[in-house]
């Protein structure tokens, strides 16, 4: 007997295959893959009691109320409040990543000035202190040397308290240079000026909920338009009462995809089908006689003219959509069920749109006497509730100032901003006629079209002085930041300006303390303020903001912090014999045929017209995307970092491209690499470009993915209102 | 040296190298049975005994005592909150209410109260259902909605009369009633383990599919 190698290999090889018959090899492999997950450095969620806290979502106008759920102090969900008018416990992608706003790498975590060249990035902080005293030290400069109208601020919107101590402390300075950041409530607010003749300034609203026919140029329903979650509430319930909707739209969006028919019209050519729409509705005595016969005027001309210069024949030439098709949607419109309403505004509504599109659409509303009715369009009354914004001593300070941007002049009367014209305006000059900007709440380097013209025209302002949060691209360009608190760690009014058919007044509530060293900008303004003194600071009498909203409030104070918003649930409009204003007190229709200007680009050198594609999962806003919603963005609008663009096959295959390859894509501003993407539910001749995408500024998670909208296209200036109404440009698009 | 250079050389040279082999195969055999047998005892019998630590809860606690006292069985004190979230295992709040001071002679009512009641700190019970936090998991929607027994997953522990020790397991840190005491995985009762192929095979039992994975890997 002999023990050799071979019994211990035996021994060995007997040990191995003994380990397989216990349970030790799998219970070691099942334990090792836990150990891995409890390893220290894997960042696990505090444990905690668990609870919610209510505010108001400031990401987009929509002004839906939000639940903030916590973990001890720490912000883990955002939810959508049950109890809230707006969005009654819905909320959308960018709303619920609140959260990675607030504790994102993208913050300004400090007062910042700038040391190196604009757009380099080099900043070094410095005290609230200093900072404000700086600020201080060139408002003094402008004040001693006169030219208190050099200085000029852009807000997000004129509504609610912050703007208003913004635009009260450039009055009382002596600037009347407050500019907000266009939309398409711009066009809506002229056009009840106009139309209804009143000169106080109206807020547009749709009665959604009750209405049985919608009638959309272009509008992106479900895409953000208006107050999003609501109208993607409103789209649900249209489809359970089986409404109907029709979408006048170039491309199948999700909006015309969810629609009960998509009339593709030329683009461009909106504002011909609503008159040929009125057309036929007058031709056929479809139209209300009771609206039209005693609560308007100006009825027979306007009817003189639509049946002249936009019968049927002449829209389908213009349109391209078939006659018969005209003549059924109009009858559709005129007789649909106990209520339709028409609406516009591009897309998200971001942009003003032409004085002619929004007027033609809305004598559409009026003709079938659907003004101020349960399921109509509605003029709703503000709630009117800053009385120190209207006071006379600060209107008598800028009294006989002229604005830089023309709005309200006798040249653009029924606009009370035109911040679009405000770098053209800038860049004509030798000197910057504005010496020193304020921006708060917007981007415009960004969100204004013609990226490049705009930074030049920044460049030439000697002092900029950002109040972001965030380090967006106008920030990127400013002299000195003075980072506000964002939203869930704030007290501000928010009154929505959504298309909403009652008033609703929201509160943020600081939710956190402010996890960095910022300050609101209510407070900052108020230290500016008193730092100025004299009528500037006798101007503000209020401690801090909370004290100036607080007292604002008054009444509502105790309801919006316990509910988190004011609204008057019994709100009705007023009816026809008090809703207008004018000479009689009635709706004025109109017979002049207004100009259009023309699409940037010449034909022969950019065959083919780039649109704008927008959708709830990019934020084209002031505020950027989230790294969540970043993720949610299809392959087809970005792939990789390249920016996808949607063409229609024939036209594609014309130009010589292939489906998913690169090409390059040239307007008269500028040209960027894209892949293409072949969309049989594009019209020929059109591209369309993801709108949003292309961010210069912004961190790692939204910086250089994709290429932006605005860079490419231009500015195009309604001649009546002077706003941007900017759709889309020539362009042309070759394989590399 | 090849077979056919013994059958050349007239040798015999069958019987002494068989014998030679036969003893040699035997050694083998016995070695590869040891190595087995030794393995199977360290994977049945060490292995487990190593693998758990033995932890003792800071005292004991009586379910039973206290069960006869409440009038909603087990969520008299392992409630669920107004907004319909599990609270887990009381707190020194909840137990503080009627154990202000002793209640009864028993030495763990006597470390509660004079450890932890007078010094307002919570107790740092051991707990033996935790589960890693990659997990979701609603006691809502199983006892509120599904109206499952908590004992369906946790054992009768309301009549038990004394706190069982809890071993650890000491490369994940969690509790041995997770994987179950068989080390095999098996189990006879529904809550002799808490993995997930058992909630996996309820779910497909009552619901015709275990679910989706992020239903409960958000």
């Known amino acids: 007997m002999k023990i050799d190698r071979r019994s211990f290999l035996a021994l060995g090889i007997g040990a191995a295959a003994g380990t397989a018959f216990t349970p030790l090899p799998w219970k070691l492999t099942d334990d090792l893959s836990i150990w891995t997950q409890n390893w220290p450095w894997t960042p696990v969620p505090e444990d905690g009691d668990a609870y919610y806290d209510h505010s108001v979502c400031t990401l987009c106008p929509g002004g839906c109320g939000i639940l903030v759920r916590k973990i001890n102090d720490r912000i883990v969900k955002i939810e959508g409040m049950p109890s809230h008018p707006v969005n009654r416990g819905g909320i959308c992608a960018l709303g619920i990543s609140g959260p990675q706003l607030l504790y994102g790498p993208d913050r300004v975590i400090a007062p910042m000035k700038r040391s190196g060249a604009r757009g380099e990035g080099k900043w070094t902080t410095l005290s609230w202190d200093d900072a404000i005293a700086e600020v201080l030290d060139r408002l003094k400069k402008l004040e001693a040397d006169n030219k208190t109208e050099h200085l000029a601020c852009i807000c997000d919107t004129d509504r609610g308290t912050v703007p208003q101590l913004f635009k009260r402390m450039l009055s009382l300075f002596g600037s009347p240079n407050f500019m907000t950041t266009p939309s398409m409530y711009d066009s809506y607010e002229a056009v009840l000026k106009k139309m209804h003749g009143r000169k106080d300034t109206l807020d547009i609203g749709f009665d959604f909920e009750n209405t049985d026919f919608i009638l959309s140029f272009g509008s992106g329903v479900i895409e953000g338009w208006g107050s999003p979650v609501r109208m993607i509430m409103a789209n649900s319930a249209w489809k359970t009462k089986k409404a109907k909707q029709i979408q006048i739209e170039q491309r199948l969006s999700n909006t015309a995809a969810s629609s009960n028919g998509l009339f593709a019209v030329k683009p461009g050519t ?213 980072p506000n608190h964002i939203y869930l760690e704030r007290y501000q009014d928010v009154p929505v300006r959504g298309g909403l058919a009652r008033p609703v007044i929201g509160l943020t509530r600081p939710v956190v303390e402010p996890q960095y060293d910022t300050m609101h900008s209510g407070d900052v ?204 440009i020539r362009a042309r698009i070759s394989r590399v | 040296m090849t077979t056919s250079d013994h059958k050349a050389k007239g040798d015999a040279p069958d019987k002494a190298p068989k014998g030679r082999e036969g003893s040699s195969f035997g050694i083998i055999v016995s070695f590869f049975l040891i190595g087995f047998g030794l393995s199977m005892a360290v994977g049945w019998i060490a292995f487990p005994k190593l693998l758990y630590s033995e932890k003792q809860q800071p005292f004991d606690f009586n379910h039973a005592i206290h069960m006869d006292l409440v009038d909603e069985g087990c969520e008299s004190c392992h409630l669920f909150r107004e907004d319909g979230t599990y609270a887990g295992v009381p707190t020194l709040d909840q137990c503080s209410g009627c154990h202000e001071d002793a209640q009864s002679d028993s030495p763990d009512e006597e470390i509660f109260v004079n450890e932890y009641v007078a010094n307002q700190q919570e107790v740092p019970w051991l707990i033996y259902s935790k589960q890693p936090d990659c997990v979701f998991f609603s006691h809502a929607v199983h006892v509120k909605t599904a109206e499952m027994e908590c004992a369906e997953c946790h054992g009768d522990i309301g009549t038990s009369e004394s706190l069982k020790v809890y071993r650890e397991n000491r490369i994940t840190g969690y509790s041995q009633d997770i994987w179950g005491a068989n080390i095999a995985g098996l189990k006879k009762n529904t809550w002799d383990r808490m993995k997930m192929d058992d909630c996996g095979s309820c779910h497909l039992e009552r619901m015709g599919s275990k679910g989706p994975c992020f239903q409960c890997h958000k």
Request: hydrophobic share 40%; with cysteine; proline share 6%.
């Open chain 1, 525 to 728: 303004v108020l230290k500016l303020a008193k730092g100025l003194g004299g009528q500037v600071g006798e101007g503000f009498p209020w401690d801090d903001y909370k004290d100036c909203l607080e007292k604002t409030m008054a009444d509502r104070w105790k309801e919006l912090e316990e509910t988190g918003f004011w609204t008057d649930e019994a709100y009705q409009p007023k009816p026809w014999a008090g809703a207008f204003g004018g000479t009689y007190g009635k709706f004025a229709f109109s017979d002049t045929i207004l100009p259009l200007p023309d699409l940037e680009g010449d034909v022969k050198d950019y065959p083919l017209i780039l649109i704008p594609k927008e959708s709830m999962r990019i934020s084209s806003s002031h505020i950027g995307d989230t790294p969540f919603t970043v993720k949610t963005v299809p392959d087809t609008e970005l792939k990789g970092k390249t920016l996808v663009i949607e063409i229609n096959p024939r036209t594609g295959k014309e130009q010589g491209l292939a489906d998913g390859k690169d090409a390059v894509l040239k307007t008269p501003l500028g040209q960027v690499r894209v892949k293409v993407s072949f969309f049989e539910g594009i019209m020929p001749g059109l591209m369309a470009m993801p709108k949003g995408l292309g961010h210069t500024a912004y961190g790692k998670y939204l910086k250089g993915k994709g290429a932006s909208y605005n860079a490419l296209v231009g500015p195009m200036e309604d001649p009546v209102s002077g706003q941007d109404i900017s759709w889309g």
């Open chain 1, 270 to 482: 909106e504002a011909d089908l609503a008159l040929g729409l009125a057309c036929v509705i007058m031709e056929e005595e479809l139209y209300d006689k009771a609206f039209t016969g005693a609560y308007s005027t100006g009825f027979p001309e306007f009817r003189n003219m639509v049946t002249k210069n936009y019968n049927p024949d002449v829209v389908a030439e213009k349109t391209g959509i078939e006659r018969h098709l005209i003549i059924e949607l109009a009858r559709h419109f005129a007789s649909a069920g106990t209520s339709s309403l028409a609406i516009c505004g591009r897309g998200k509504g971001q942009t003003a749109g032409s004085m002619m599109e929004f007027m033609a659409v809305h004598s559409l509303n009026a003709l079938v006497g659907k003004i101020n009715t349960p399921g109509g369009v509605w003029s709703v009354e503000h709630p009117d509730y800053i009385p120190w914004a209207k006071e006379m001593n600060v209107r008598a300070a800028i009294a006989g100032k002229k604005r830089i941007d023309e709005a309200g002049s006798p040249v653009y009367p029924d606009s009370l901003s035109l911040l679009n014209r405000l770098p053209s305006k800038i860049l004509e000059s030798k000197e910057s006629p504005i010496e020193m900007l304020f921006v708060s709440n917007a981007n415009p380097a960004y969100t204004l079209a013609g990226t490049d013209k705009v930074i030049e025209a920044l460049g030439k302002i000697p002092f900029i002085v950002s109040f972001s949060s965030y380090m967006d691209e106008t920030a990127d360009q400013a002299d000195l930041i003075l």
